[in-house]
Protein backbone atom coordinates (compact mmCIF):
# COMPACT_ATOMS: atom_id res chain seq x y z
CA UNK A 1 0.00 0.00 0.00
CA UNK A 2 1.43 3.41 -0.99
CA UNK A 3 -0.24 5.90 1.54
CA UNK A 4 -0.41 9.84 -0.21
CA UNK A 5 -1.20 12.98 1.58
CA UNK A 6 -2.64 15.82 -1.08
CA UNK A 7 -2.20 18.39 1.00
CA UNK A 8 -0.98 19.79 3.97
CA UNK A 9 0.62 23.58 4.79
CA UNK A 10 3.69 22.22 6.40
CA UNK A 11 5.68 24.84 4.39
CA UNK A 12 3.96 27.81 6.00
CA UNK A 13 5.30 26.43 9.48
CA UNK A 14 8.80 25.82 8.00
CA UNK A 15 9.29 29.89 7.96
CA UNK A 16 7.65 29.64 11.57
CA UNK A 17 11.20 27.56 12.31
CA UNK A 18 9.86 24.19 12.84
CA UNK A 19 12.79 21.70 12.39
CA UNK A 20 11.05 18.95 10.57
CA UNK A 21 13.51 16.69 11.83
CA UNK A 22 12.24 16.02 15.18
CA UNK A 23 9.17 15.65 16.79
CA UNK A 24 8.10 18.60 17.40
CA UNK A 25 5.53 19.30 20.12
CA UNK A 26 1.68 21.02 18.63
CA UNK A 27 2.89 19.93 15.19
CA UNK A 28 0.49 18.12 13.12
CA UNK A 29 3.25 17.29 10.80
CA UNK A 30 7.35 16.10 10.97
CA UNK A 31 9.22 13.60 9.17
CA UNK A 32 9.45 11.52 12.77
CA UNK A 33 5.58 11.56 12.57
CA UNK A 34 5.11 10.77 8.48
CA UNK A 35 7.48 7.87 9.37
CA UNK A 36 5.41 6.70 12.29
CA UNK A 37 2.35 7.14 9.95
CA UNK A 38 4.17 4.95 7.37
CA UNK A 39 3.16 8.20 5.11
CA UNK A 40 4.84 7.45 1.76
CA UNK A 41 4.37 10.94 0.11
CA UNK A 42 2.97 13.97 1.14
CA UNK A 43 2.32 17.10 -1.28
CA UNK A 44 3.24 20.41 0.84
CA UNK A 45 0.89 23.16 -0.49
CA UNK A 46 2.95 26.95 -0.94
CA UNK A 47 -0.36 28.72 0.73
CA UNK A 48 -0.47 32.57 -0.07
CA UNK A 49 -3.00 34.45 1.44
CA UNK A 50 -6.02 36.16 -0.19
CA UNK A 51 -5.16 39.03 1.35
CA UNK A 52 -1.78 39.55 -0.46
CA UNK A 53 -1.66 41.31 -3.92
CA UNK A 54 -0.25 39.29 -6.81
CA UNK A 55 3.82 40.62 -6.23
CA UNK A 56 3.60 39.81 -2.74
CA UNK A 57 1.89 36.67 -3.35
CA UNK A 58 4.12 35.65 -5.73
CA UNK A 59 7.49 36.77 -3.03
CA UNK A 60 5.39 34.68 -0.79
CA UNK A 61 5.15 31.47 -2.42
CA UNK A 62 8.99 31.54 -3.60
CA UNK A 63 9.90 32.21 0.30
CA UNK A 64 8.10 29.16 0.92
CA UNK A 65 9.37 27.11 -1.96
CA UNK A 66 12.71 27.72 -0.90
CA UNK A 67 12.42 26.81 2.20
CA UNK A 68 10.60 23.45 1.16
CA UNK A 69 14.12 22.69 -0.77
CA UNK A 70 16.53 23.51 2.63
CA UNK A 71 14.46 21.28 4.56
CA UNK A 72 14.70 18.23 1.68
CA UNK A 73 18.45 19.31 1.62
CA UNK A 74 19.31 19.39 5.36
CA UNK A 75 17.12 15.99 5.65
CA UNK A 76 18.19 13.90 2.35
CA UNK A 77 18.63 10.94 4.14
CA UNK A 78 15.10 10.69 5.10
CA UNK A 79 12.95 12.41 2.35
CA UNK A 80 13.62 13.30 -1.23
CA UNK A 81 11.56 15.37 -4.17
CA UNK A 82 9.19 13.87 -6.17
CA UNK A 83 7.87 15.08 -9.36
CA UNK A 84 6.20 11.95 -10.79
CA UNK A 85 4.70 8.98 -9.52
CA UNK A 86 7.23 6.83 -10.43
CA UNK A 87 10.25 8.99 -8.40
CA UNK A 88 8.20 8.37 -5.41
CA UNK A 89 7.68 4.84 -6.39
CA UNK A 90 11.30 4.67 -6.09
CA UNK A 91 11.70 6.93 -2.98
CA UNK A 92 9.48 4.38 -1.21
CA UNK A 93 12.16 1.79 -2.94
CA UNK A 94 15.04 3.98 -1.21
CA UNK A 95 13.19 3.89 2.45
CA UNK A 96 12.53 8.44 1.91
CA UNK A 97 9.53 9.93 2.15
CA UNK A 98 8.41 12.16 -1.10
CA UNK A 99 7.55 15.39 -0.82
CA UNK A 100 5.47 16.67 -3.94
CA UNK A 101 4.66 20.47 -4.18
CA UNK A 102 1.84 21.71 -4.79
CA UNK A 103 0.78 25.69 -4.64
CA UNK A 104 -2.95 27.16 -2.87
CA UNK A 105 -4.12 29.91 -4.61
CA UNK A 106 -3.23 30.95 -8.05
CA UNK A 107 -2.41 35.03 -7.02
CA UNK A 108 1.33 34.30 -7.27
CA UNK A 109 1.20 33.94 -10.76
CA UNK A 110 -1.23 37.17 -11.25
CA UNK A 111 -2.09 37.20 -14.68
CA UNK A 112 1.55 35.50 -16.27
CA UNK A 113 1.11 32.38 -18.01
CA UNK A 114 5.19 32.51 -17.75
CA UNK A 115 4.79 32.85 -13.96
CA UNK A 116 2.95 29.60 -13.81
CA UNK A 117 5.16 28.04 -16.59
CA UNK A 118 7.94 28.96 -14.76
CA UNK A 119 6.54 27.33 -10.64
CA UNK A 120 5.76 24.30 -12.89
CA UNK A 121 9.67 24.71 -13.51
CA UNK A 122 10.43 24.87 -9.50
CA UNK A 123 8.53 21.90 -9.13
CA UNK A 124 5.19 22.39 -8.15
CA UNK A 125 2.59 20.31 -9.89
CA UNK A 126 -0.77 21.26 -8.82
CA UNK A 127 -2.09 24.57 -8.33
CA UNK A 128 -5.34 25.17 -6.14
CA UNK A 129 -6.96 27.83 -8.00
CA UNK A 130 -7.93 30.38 -5.77
CA UNK A 131 -7.91 30.68 -1.78
CA UNK A 132 -10.11 32.79 0.40
CA UNK A 133 -11.30 35.21 -1.99
CA UNK A 134 -11.51 35.64 -5.95
CA UNK A 135 -8.39 36.01 -7.95
CA UNK A 136 -7.77 36.81 -11.52
CA UNK A 137 -8.10 33.24 -12.80
CA UNK A 138 -11.39 32.28 -11.26
CA UNK A 139 -13.92 32.96 -7.77
CA UNK A 140 -13.65 31.24 -4.07
CA UNK A 141 -16.35 29.36 -2.71
CA UNK A 142 -15.56 31.52 0.09
CA UNK A 143 -16.38 35.01 -1.39
CA UNK A 144 -19.81 36.89 -0.65
CA UNK A 145 -19.72 38.54 -4.42
CA UNK A 146 -18.55 36.89 -6.97
CA UNK A 147 -16.34 38.48 -9.61
CA UNK A 148 -16.18 36.54 -12.55
CA UNK A 149 -19.01 34.18 -12.19
CA UNK A 150 -16.73 31.44 -13.11
CA UNK A 151 -13.37 31.05 -14.47
CA UNK A 152 -12.00 34.59 -16.09
CA UNK A 153 -11.02 34.98 -19.61
CA UNK A 154 -7.43 34.67 -18.40
CA UNK A 155 -8.38 31.45 -15.87
CA UNK A 156 -9.29 29.75 -19.16
CA UNK A 157 -6.17 30.39 -20.68
CA UNK A 158 -4.63 29.02 -17.46
CA UNK A 159 -6.33 25.50 -17.30
CA UNK A 160 -5.06 25.45 -20.81
CA UNK A 161 -1.98 25.41 -20.27
CA UNK A 162 -1.60 23.47 -17.33
CA UNK A 163 -3.19 20.99 -19.23
CA UNK A 164 -0.03 21.39 -21.87
CA UNK A 165 2.32 21.02 -18.84
CA UNK A 166 1.03 18.24 -16.86
CA UNK A 167 0.23 20.71 -14.26
CA UNK A 168 -2.77 19.10 -12.07
CA UNK A 169 -5.74 21.59 -11.70
CA UNK A 170 -7.01 21.74 -7.84
CA UNK A 171 -10.44 22.87 -7.26
CA UNK A 172 -10.90 23.05 -4.04
CA UNK A 173 -11.75 26.50 -2.33
CA UNK A 174 -13.26 27.56 -5.58
CA UNK A 175 -16.97 28.18 -6.45
CA UNK A 176 -19.45 26.10 -7.69
CA UNK A 177 -19.98 28.13 -11.00
CA UNK A 178 -16.11 27.65 -10.82
CA UNK A 179 -16.15 24.05 -10.51
CA UNK A 180 -18.17 23.54 -13.40
CA UNK A 181 -15.93 25.77 -15.72
CA UNK A 182 -13.41 23.82 -15.01
CA UNK A 183 -15.07 20.46 -15.64
CA UNK A 184 -16.24 21.93 -18.77
CA UNK A 185 -12.70 23.44 -20.32
CA UNK A 186 -10.28 21.22 -18.74
CA UNK A 187 -9.05 18.39 -21.62
CA UNK A 188 -7.97 16.30 -18.07
CA UNK A 189 -8.96 14.91 -14.98
CA UNK A 190 -8.75 17.48 -12.11
CA UNK A 191 -8.75 16.71 -8.37
CA UNK A 192 -9.79 18.54 -5.29
CA UNK A 193 -7.07 17.81 -3.13
CA UNK A 194 -8.45 18.45 0.28
CA UNK A 195 -12.38 19.01 0.06
CA UNK A 196 -15.22 17.31 2.25
CA UNK A 197 -18.92 16.14 1.12
CA UNK A 198 -21.56 18.89 1.57
CA UNK A 199 -24.44 16.41 2.40
CA UNK A 200 -22.57 15.40 5.13
CA UNK A 201 -21.47 19.30 6.61
CA UNK A 202 -23.59 22.01 4.61
CA UNK A 203 -20.44 23.63 4.39
CA UNK A 204 -19.36 25.72 1.07
CA UNK A 205 -16.02 24.51 0.82
CA UNK A 206 -17.41 21.31 0.60
CA UNK A 207 -18.64 19.80 -2.44
CA UNK A 208 -22.41 18.51 -3.20
CA UNK A 209 -23.14 14.94 -4.79
CA UNK A 210 -23.40 16.84 -8.00
CA UNK A 211 -20.09 18.15 -8.25
CA UNK A 212 -18.58 15.11 -6.87
CA UNK A 213 -20.06 12.82 -9.53
CA UNK A 214 -19.17 15.49 -12.21
CA UNK A 215 -15.81 15.58 -10.89
CA UNK A 216 -15.35 11.18 -11.03
CA UNK A 217 -17.69 11.21 -14.52
CA UNK A 218 -14.18 13.35 -15.46
CA UNK A 219 -11.58 10.87 -14.43
CA UNK A 220 -10.92 13.26 -11.18
CA UNK A 221 -10.47 12.40 -7.10
CA UNK A 222 -11.94 14.19 -4.20
CA UNK A 223 -9.05 13.92 -1.23
CA UNK A 224 -11.54 13.68 1.99
CA UNK A 225 -10.31 16.97 4.49
CA UNK A 226 -10.01 16.23 8.03
CA UNK A 227 -10.71 19.58 9.61
CA UNK A 228 -13.73 19.05 12.26
CA UNK A 229 -15.90 21.65 10.38
CA UNK A 230 -15.99 20.56 7.41
CA UNK A 231 -16.51 17.06 8.95
CA UNK A 232 -19.61 18.13 10.93
CA UNK A 233 -21.69 20.66 11.11
CA UNK A 234 -22.07 20.41 14.82
CA UNK A 235 -18.58 21.84 15.73
CA UNK A 236 -18.98 24.84 13.77
CA UNK A 237 -21.51 25.87 16.23
CA UNK A 238 -19.08 24.28 19.20
CA UNK A 239 -16.13 26.45 17.56
CA UNK A 240 -18.12 29.58 17.37
CA UNK A 241 -20.11 29.34 20.81
CA UNK A 242 -16.80 28.81 22.41
CA UNK A 243 -15.44 32.26 21.75
CA UNK A 244 -12.05 31.56 21.21
CA UNK A 245 -11.04 32.08 17.81
CA UNK A 246 -11.23 36.01 17.96
CA UNK A 247 -8.16 35.21 20.58
CA UNK A 248 -6.99 32.16 18.38
CA UNK A 249 -6.31 34.67 15.43
CA UNK A 250 -4.54 37.14 17.67
CA UNK A 251 -2.51 34.79 18.80
CA UNK A 252 -1.82 33.18 15.84
CA UNK A 253 -0.99 36.41 14.15
CA UNK A 254 1.06 37.46 16.70
CA UNK A 255 3.40 34.13 16.21
CA UNK A 256 3.31 34.23 12.47
CA UNK A 257 5.28 37.68 13.00
CA UNK A 258 7.48 36.92 15.22
CA UNK A 259 8.04 33.19 15.73
CA UNK A 260 11.43 33.28 17.81
CA UNK A 261 9.19 34.97 20.46
CA UNK A 262 8.68 31.99 23.13
CA UNK A 263 6.24 33.85 24.68
CA UNK A 264 4.21 34.53 21.44
CA UNK A 265 4.94 30.97 20.24
CA UNK A 266 3.96 29.78 23.72
CA UNK A 267 0.42 31.66 23.55
CA UNK A 268 -0.73 30.22 20.04
CA UNK A 269 0.30 26.56 21.71
CA UNK A 270 -2.33 27.48 24.65
CA UNK A 271 -5.04 28.74 22.07
CA UNK A 272 -4.31 25.14 20.22
CA UNK A 273 -4.51 23.25 23.72
CA UNK A 274 -7.69 25.38 24.25
CA UNK A 275 -9.09 24.24 20.82
CA UNK A 276 -8.13 20.21 21.24
CA UNK A 277 -10.29 20.17 24.61
CA UNK A 278 -13.29 21.03 22.53
CA UNK A 279 -15.74 18.28 22.30
CA UNK A 280 -14.32 17.43 18.86
CA UNK A 281 -15.85 15.25 15.89
CA UNK A 282 -14.35 11.48 15.75
CA UNK A 283 -11.88 10.41 13.30
CA UNK A 284 -14.11 8.15 12.23
CA UNK A 285 -16.37 11.09 10.45
CA UNK A 286 -13.89 10.88 8.10
CA UNK A 287 -14.64 7.33 6.90
CA UNK A 288 -18.40 8.60 6.67
CA UNK A 289 -17.35 11.04 4.40
CA UNK A 290 -14.96 8.73 2.47
CA UNK A 291 -17.99 6.44 2.53
CA UNK A 292 -20.20 8.55 0.79
CA UNK A 293 -17.70 10.03 -0.96
CA UNK A 294 -17.24 6.04 -2.98
CA UNK A 295 -21.45 5.63 -3.21
CA UNK A 296 -21.03 8.65 -5.60
CA UNK A 297 -17.91 8.03 -6.99
CA UNK A 298 -17.27 4.95 -6.82
CA UNK A 299 -14.03 3.52 -5.10
CA UNK A 300 -11.52 4.82 -8.09
CA UNK A 301 -12.08 8.29 -7.30
CA UNK A 302 -11.78 8.96 -3.59
CA UNK A 303 -8.35 9.95 -1.17
CA UNK A 304 -7.13 11.69 1.26
CA UNK A 305 -5.73 15.42 1.11
CA UNK A 306 -5.58 16.19 5.01
CA UNK A 307 -4.93 20.08 5.30
CA UNK A 308 -2.60 19.39 8.29
CA UNK A 309 -0.60 22.38 9.86
CA UNK A 310 -3.19 23.96 7.88
CA UNK A 311 -6.00 23.40 10.55
CA UNK A 312 -6.09 25.11 14.17
CA UNK A 313 -7.89 21.75 15.60
CA UNK A 314 -7.95 17.94 14.08
CA UNK A 315 -10.99 15.75 14.84
CA UNK A 316 -10.38 13.09 17.94
CA UNK A 317 -8.17 10.74 17.46
CA UNK A 318 -6.58 12.10 14.69
CA UNK A 319 -4.18 14.31 16.39
CA UNK A 320 -1.44 14.38 13.78
CA UNK A 321 -0.27 12.81 10.46
CA UNK A 322 1.18 9.72 12.92
CA UNK A 323 -2.50 8.83 13.36
CA UNK A 324 -3.12 8.22 9.64
CA UNK A 325 -3.30 4.80 9.89
CA UNK A 326 -6.83 4.85 12.14
CA UNK A 327 -8.33 6.02 8.52
CA UNK A 328 -7.39 3.03 6.95
CA UNK A 329 -7.84 0.31 10.40
CA UNK A 330 -11.52 2.00 10.45
CA UNK A 331 -12.28 1.19 6.78
CA UNK A 332 -11.33 -2.33 7.57
CA UNK A 333 -14.00 -2.73 9.93
CA UNK A 334 -16.28 -1.18 7.68
CA UNK A 335 -15.92 -4.10 4.98
CA UNK A 336 -13.14 -2.74 2.86
CA UNK A 337 -10.79 -5.06 0.91
CA UNK A 338 -7.22 -4.53 0.87
CA UNK A 339 -7.40 -3.74 -2.45
CA UNK A 340 -10.18 -0.86 -1.82
CA UNK A 341 -8.06 0.67 1.13
CA UNK A 342 -5.25 1.05 -0.82
CA UNK A 343 -6.88 2.84 -3.68
CA UNK A 344 -8.53 5.35 -0.88
CA UNK A 345 -4.70 5.08 0.56
CA UNK A 346 -2.84 7.15 -2.43
CA UNK A 347 -3.30 4.60 -5.04
CA UNK A 348 -6.07 6.72 -6.94
CA UNK A 349 -4.15 10.16 -6.31
CA UNK A 350 -1.02 8.37 -8.28
CA UNK A 351 -3.09 7.28 -10.91
CA UNK A 352 -4.38 10.46 -11.42
CA UNK A 353 -0.77 12.46 -11.39
CA UNK A 354 0.34 9.81 -13.88
CA UNK A 355 -2.45 10.41 -15.85
CA UNK A 356 -1.26 14.45 -15.76
CA UNK A 357 1.94 14.12 -15.87
CA UNK A 358 3.56 14.91 -19.46
CA UNK A 359 7.22 13.92 -19.24
CA UNK A 360 7.23 10.75 -17.14
Request: negative net charge; contains cysteine.
Amino acid sequence: MFILDSHCDTPSQILRLRDLSIDNGHAQVDIPKLKKGGVDASFFALYTPASLDSGAACRKALELLAAVYDAIEANKDSVALALTPSQALENKLNGLVSIFIGMENGSPIGKSLSLLRLFYRMGVRYLTLAHSDNNEICDSCSAPRKRWHGLSPFGKEVIAEMNRLGMLVDVSHISDESFYDVIEYSSKPVAATHSCCRALADHPRNMSDDMIRALAAAGGVIQINFYPVFLDSGFSVTLKDSGIIERGDKAESEFIADPADPVKRAAWYAVQDELQSLPRPSYRKIVDHIDHAVSIAGIDHVGIGSDFDGIEVTPDGMEDISCIGKVFDEMRARGYSEEEIGKVAGGNFLRLLDEIVVNK
